[in-house]
């Protein structure tokens, strides 16, 4: 079984910045990480993608000010957030398609979820 904790998020002001980190427990053979976000009343959106060759991809309304990394002795994924904007508030949700040891298929396990609100 995997597990995945996130840490960081929290309180910031307009043009500021957090970090993001989510961690997965677990036998690992391989993992592509991909964080969401869902703001009050919306739907779901995918935020940023990484796989487990390195390559990364962003929704167009984070890119440039988003950077998605992993470290892979440590199976983490981070999520630096820069030049925060209010409509960037909303819980984020790391998701990691994992392929444990021994396994052949990849599954999705998901986080607990951490709220990041930013002020205007």
């Known amino acids: 079984q995997v597990q995945l904790v996130e840490s960081g998020g929290g309180l910031a002001q307009a043009g500021g910045s957090l970090r993001l980190s989510c961690a997965a427990s677990?036998?690992?053979?391989?993992?592509?990480w991909v964080w969401y976000r869902q703001a009050p009343g919306k739907q779901r959106e995918l935020v940023a993608t990484?796989?487990?060759?390195?390559?990364?991809y962003y929704v167009d309304s984070v890119k440039g000010r988003f950077t998605i990394s992993r470290d892979n002795a440590k199976n983490t994924v981070y999520l630096q957030m820069n030049s925060l904007k209010p409509e960037d508030t909303a819980v984020y949700y790391c998701?990691?398609?994992?392929?444990?040891?021994?396994?052949?298929?990849?599954?999705?396990?998901w986080g607990q979820g951490t709220q990041v609100t930013v002020s205007s």
């Open positions: 990484i796989t487990s060759g390195g390559s990364t």
């Open positions: 998701a990691a398609d994992v392929v444990q040891s021994g396994d052949y298929v990849a599954r999705r396990y």
């Open positions: 677990g036998s690992i053979f391989s993992i592509s």
